[in-house]
Nanobody, 115 residues
Framework: QVQLVESGGGLVQAGGSLRLSCATSVRIFAISTMGWYRQAPGKERELVAEITTRGSTTYADSMKGRCTISRDNLKNTMYLQMTSLKPEDTGVYYC?????????WGQGIQVTVSS
């Protein structure tokens, strides 16, 4: 079981930026895919972005051009840099680590974008 700890959330004004971090309990190169998901109140959890060990990335259409996902193999940490934030980006952001067939979730971190 991979332990994941998110940090970097908080309150930001619309148009602002935030960088989320997800620290892993295992060597990150052993995790095939890592991703960020978010869940807004009353909505289902949705993919924001994900990255593979090879560095291939996938972004939600709503976030393309506004966020960058990356992973630091030396620090065993994944990042999500978000810019031009909108109120609709508000939600709880979760880190996910996949080592097929198993996967783990972080505890989630709140991101609130005020208008």
């Amino acid at each position: 079981q991979v332990q994941l700890v998110e940090s970097g959330g908080g309150l930001v004004q619309a148009g602002g930026s935030l960088r989320l971090s997800c620290a892993t309990s295992v060597r990150i190169f052993a995790i095939s895919t890592m991703g960020w998901y978010r869940q807004a109140p009353g909505k289902e959890r949705e993919l924001v972005a994900e990255i593979t060990t090879r560095g291939s990335t996938t972004y939600a259409d709503s976030m393309k051009g506004r966020c960058t996902i990356s992973r630091d193999n030396l620090k065993n940490t994944m990042y999500l840099q978000m810019t031009s934030l909108k109120p609709e980006d508000t939600g709880v952001y979760y880190c996910k680590a996949t080592r097929t067939p198993a996967y783990s979730w972080g505890q989630g971190i709140q991101v609130t974008v005020s208008s």
